[in-house]
């Protein structure tokens, strides 16, 4: 498996202009993450899913962020309309969810930049 | 929150000394994790410790688990520069499913 694949690596967009973050992966894992990195606010989780479900979304800052999982090698985060402060490296990570959370692989990542 | 907090927030070693990063969280877990992330990368997972084991080992590294005060030890023996890197815990809470992240220490070992 070649891992979590996340894209684009990087983008670089104008304020109000709509983001759509791609994430695969790994097949066999039945929970998703999606985080979100900055220096102010260290690592913070955005939201998961199980078995395609978003189960806790309370992470989303607010209205302009959706995320959606249509299938289990598949999922986005969208933000629309994009502001600065969404300024970020946002990672996907994905698990297997057993008896307790397995460890955690994540994609490399896309830094995102709203100029 | 149930975010761990990790301590110290910076830690500057010399090559060979030991590291030792410290993880306290504020609710019941099944399991805590300790994960590495070196600059403008991705986390890559170190080592998982159930709530019902006090000590694991994998190789330089040694994790202890004390649920009782709710904290966990990282201990990195003979640290190399390649070591250096940012270092988080992320607890597996129970009923909760998923992981959450500390604020990370942040580890650089002087050749």
């Not at chain 1, 690596?9 to 304020?15: A, I, L, P, S, Y």
């Not at chain 1, 913070?44 to 395609?52: D, P, V």
């Not at chain 1, 209205?63 to 300024?87: G, H, V």
């Not at chain 2, 991705?42 to 709710?70: A, C, F, P, Y």
Request: glycine share 8%; proline share 4%.
């Amino acid at each position: 498996d070649a891992g979590v694949i996340q894209s684009p690596r990087h983008e670089v967009t104008e304020m109000g202009q709509e983001v759509t973050l791609r994430c695969k992966p790994i097949s066999g894992h039945n929970s998703l993450f999606w985080y979100r990195q900055t220096m102010m606010r260290g690592l913070e989780l955005l939201i998961y899913f199980n078995n395609n479900v978003p189960i806790d979304d309370s992470g989303m800052p607010e209205d302009r962020f959706s995320a959606k999982m249509p299938n289990a090698s598949f999922s986005t985060l969208k933000i629309q309309p994009s502001e600065p402060r969404d300024s970020a490296v946002y990672f996907c990570a994905s698990s297997f969810l057993g008896r307790g959370m397995a460890e955690a692989f994540f994609g490399q990542g896309t830094r995102l930049t709203v100029v | 929150s149930q975010q761990g907090e990790e301590d110290p927030q910076a830690l500057s070693i010399q090559e060979g000394e030991n590291a030792t990063m410290n993880c306290s969280y504020k609710t019941s877990i099944n399991n805590l994790q300790w994960y590495r992330q070196n600059s403008g990368r991705g986390l890559v997972h170190l080592i998982l410790i159930r709530s019902n084991e006090r000590e694991k080992h994998s190789g330089r590294l040694r994790v202890t688990l004390d649920t009782s005060k709710k904290s966990s030890s990282l201990l990195i023996t003979a640290s190399r520069a390649a070591d250096t890197a940012s270092y988080f815990c992320a607890t597996d809470a129970l009923g909760a499913n998923n992981l959450f992240f500390g604020t990370g220490t942040r580890l650089t070992v002087i050749p």
